[in-house]
Structures are given as C-alpha cells and as structure tokens.
C-alpha cells in the first residue's frame, strides 16, 4: 500500500486482527473506500504516536458527515431522540428542574438553553469523573443556571425536614416543578456496540434500580409537577412494564400526550390501554429498511421522505411523560 492508492476499510469486530498482518480472515465489517494519505510503512513505522488522517474516506457507508467539534460553545452533538425529551419535559424560565442521572449533560444543558438559563437546574450522577464533563459542558456552553453534584440519585431525598444546605443534595419532598429521569439502563437502543459482550443477566439487571429512581423521582416532585421517565433501550421490562407499575404504584399519577411526537407508539404486552400505548413514544430503528435502500435512489427522494427516514433511523428510546395530581 502506497500513498494514493485507493483503499478498502473494515472494522475487526472482535480485535483478532494482527499489527502488519498482510491478511484477515476473521469477523469483519466493511465501512467504505478511501484513499491512503500514507503508506502503509509510514503508518506501521509511526505508531503509537502518529495521529491524523490515515484514509480519506470517499466513498462511506454512512452518509453523515461528523460534527465532533464543530462549533463546541454552540453546538452539542445529540441523537435525535435524546433532542425530544427534553422538549416533552418542556421546562420554563424561573422553575426548579431535576435532571436524576445527567451525565455527560447533553440533556441538562438542552434544559437550561429551553429555560433561556433562567432558574435553577440541578444535575445528580454519581460517578465524580461524569460530573466534571457536565461542568465542562455548562461551562463551554455559557450556561449559569446548572448545578451539578456527585450524587446517588436513589438517595436523593431528604427524610428528615431540616432545610436543604445550600440547595445541595439530599432535597426535601416536593421541591421540583420538573424532574427527568433519563434511567440508566440496559442500552439495547445504541447502535451495535462491536465489542459487546454482555449476558442476559446484566441485560436483564436494571428493572429493580430504574424502580427506586422512580419512586424518589415522584416523591421529589411538586403537585402538578411534570415527570419525563425515558430509556436509550428497547426492552418491554424496562419501558412499558414500568410505565405499568408507575401507574399501579402511584395512582395520584397521570400519564400526558406528548409534544412533539415523532416517534412510535408503546409496545403491547405490559397490559396497558392502547390510548395509553399512544401517550408513549418509541423510537425503534428496526423498522426502518434501510439493509435493501438503493443509497442513490435517496438522492432523488422527496424531503418529506428524507425527514421521515432521519426520524426513525436513529437509536432505540423510549419516553413516557407523567404528571402529579396531588401532594404525597
């Protein structure tokens, strides 16, 4: 391989492939053509320290182009669906908003742009290195009104009624007017991860931890306040079957229509009412045939067909919006 030539790309799916190996037989999975910028002697004589562009890719697979660190201090880079929820949460200047689990704070900092950075919102997660990212996001974005804490979102509230230490986790029953619960879960929505070795029971694990993110989630919630429940998976236990419960559990609750609605109904076999089904909305990538798409035959699309192809070719989500109808 020399400088120009035109190159075919693949990804070794289980990292079996071997440094300078001449062939590979093994799982692969092609991305595209490009053409070399270097030789294949200039790459393997330069690693690990040679940085920048190996291939120019001329011809990918994939038709988007990367926005990684276009404009950082305006632009955040966000899967489509992950935009929607924090419009379904639709917060307002000068309200209190409890973002539960918000690393990296894509979704935290989307809600202080929606409130023009006016009032207060507060940030939990627990892993200390996530929330210095969150801090870093709202600082290179301008944002004032985010407060992040390290914190354990199921411990997030207070038991006894000594007043809050300056507005500092744990926090009193009813002190939001929002709250987004965006759960951690078993991400079976991302696109395929392909290194991932995961077991049924790890997939399988988180239904019980979403439960006691919930239950504090209402507790912490004023009386007609706004509860947003959303997953990156697909997986019925961990969407509609809590939709479910949430409903059984805490009855002063009222699942809402969403706005906007881009995404499908719920899935059927949690036992909710088909009116219910299409308060949820879920974005499932399945549906979308794009394996037998002539990618020239969407050039010539109409933009209609092309809006509607974006909005459903993105990562499986799920969202489910409640309201509270009394104090607890």
């Known amino acids: ?35 070399s910028e270097l030789s294949r002697k200039e790459i393997f004589s330069g690693l690990p320290e040679l940085k920048g562009i190996g291939i120019r890719m001329t011809e990918p697979i994939y038709l988007s182009p990367s926005f990684d660190n276009v404009l950082p201090s ?5 899967n489509l669906p992950s935009v929607v929820v924090t419009h379904v949460l639709d917060p307002q200047p000068g309200e209190k908003i409890l973002d539960m689990c918000a690393a990296p704070g894509g979704k935290t900092t989307h809600i202080a ?9 507060i940030a939990l997660d627990k892993i200390s290195n996530k929330v210095e990212k969150i801090k870093q996001n709202a600082l290179l974005l301008g944002l004032n009104s985010i407060k992040a804490f390290c914190f354990d979102g199921t411990k997030a509230l207070k038991l006894n009624t ?10 009193l029953p009813e002190s939001f007017d929002r709250i987004l619960l965006d759960a951690p879960c078993s991400g079976m929505g991302q696109r395929p991860n392909m290194a991932c070795s995961w077991t049924l029971k790890e997939v399988t694990s988180y239904q019980p931890l979403q439960r006691k993110l919930f239950t504090v989630a209402v507790e912490l919630l004023k009386p007609w306040g706004v509860l947003v429940y959303s997953t990156c998976t697909i997986t019925l236990a961990e969407n509609e079957e809590q939709v479910a419960w949430a ?16 995404g499908g109904e719920g899935m059927v076999g949690a036992g909710l009412s088909l009116e219910q089904l299409k308060q949820l909305q879920r974005f499932d990538p399945s549906v979308v045939p794009l394996q037998d798409t002539d990618i020239d035959s969407l050039r010539d699309a ?4 092309m809006i509607w192809l974006a909005n459903k070719d993105c990562i499986g989500f799920f969202i489910a919006k409640f309201i509270k109808c009394k104090s607890t």
């Open 1 to 35: 391989m020399k400088a120009g030539d035109v190159i075919s790309v693949y990804s070794d799916i289980k990292g079996k492939c071997k440094k300078g190996a001449k062939e590979f037989d093994g799982t692969k999975v092609f991305l595209g053509n490009g053409i």
């Open 74 to 78: 305006y632009l955040f880079l966000q």
């Open 113 to 121: 742009a929606l409130m023009h950075d006016q009032g207060e919102v």
């Open 162 to 171: 000594v007043k809050d230490a300056e507005g500092k986790p744990p926090f």
């Open 247 to 262: 409903l059984r559990t805490f009855p002063y609750l009222q699942l809402q229509p969403q706005d906007p609605h881009i």
């Open 302 to 305: 109409r933009i209609e067909d």
